[in-house]
């Protein structure tokens, strides 16, 4: 029994977990974070929701580098990180969605409270369309629709962005990225066209160029954030977007007969 496989096993458990701990904390006290600090206010228990998810996160970036340096790459660790990502990608920005805008309007069950219930159903379908390619030996640096942990991401920055400018007229800002997060980001998950990701550097000219226009264009949108809405927090569901729409449009994609 190799033991060494367990090292990026309790990584992927470790995204799990932190995924389930923010759900908890989206469905507990009075405001969203109230179960993970004992005395504080709104804006600090929203800090620490976004740092569990950003370990959490952080722990499915190093699950699949550490089981390739350990040369325990294999099927059970490409589920077991799915199922992780279903949580963390998927229940979990849901669960944020949901209470964001019941905070923002109310305890009632709303018409868009019930469609951030899309968002978890978009990430299970991606996530499982993944495993299904990846048992089929496809792959490589490009992938098929928006990758599940970058919903995570996205409601992670709307989450941020929504609790530093509440009370400010500033916050709409924040309350819009959560409309177009509610249809743009399931349709990218469940969408067939292909995107570039952070791998195959040098395969195509064109797409790394893309890459690199990235870098300068995140400290731009994070700049003009500061300075328009006073929060740079909102750069992070922005940037996503323009990624998005990026990756979409410079990615070859396979022809067909």
């Known amino acids: 029994m190799n033991t060494w496989k367990w090292v990026p096993n309790a990584l992927t458990l470790g995204n799990l977990l932190g995924g389930v701990v923010v759900c908890w904390a989206s469905a507990s006290g009075s405001f969203l974070g109230e179960a993970l600090i004992q005395e504080g206010n ?59 805008f019941q905070d923002d309007g109310g305890a009632a069950m709303t018409w868009e409270v019930l469609a951030c219930l899309g968002v978890a159903a978009a990430a299970a ?75 195959g550097w040098g395969e195509s000219t064109r797409v790394d160029q893309m890459r690199g226009i990235m870098v300068p264009v995140i400290l731009g949108v994070g700049i003009g954030s500061w300075f328009a809405c006073q929060s740079a927090f909102i750069a992070v569901p922005l940037c996503l977007l323009l990624y998005l729409a990026l990756a979409m449009a410079t990615t070859p994609q396979p022809t067909t007969d």
């Open 125 to 199: 379908y991606r996530l499982a369309r993944f495993n299904v390619a990846a048992g089929e030996g496809e792959g490589g640096p490009f992938f098929e629709g928006l990758p599940a942990p970058a919903a995570g991401i996205f409601w992670m920055g709307v989450m941020l962005a929504w609790g530093e400018l509440q009370g400010g007229p500033e916050v709409l800002w924040a309350t819009s990225l959560a409309w177009v997060g509610l249809v743009v980001v399931p349709l990218a998950m469940v969408s067939r066209r292909r995107m570039w990701g952070l791998k």
């Open 42 to 100: 709104a804006w600090s228990g929203t800090l620490a929701v976004a740092t569990v998810w950003s370990l959490a996160m952080f722990c499915d970036v190093l699950d699949g580098w550490a089981a390739r340096k350990l040369g325990v790459a294999g099927p059970m660790g490409v589920q077991l990180d799915s199922l992780a990502d279903v949580v963390t990608g998927g229940v979990a920005p849901a669960m944020v969605a949901m209470r964001l």
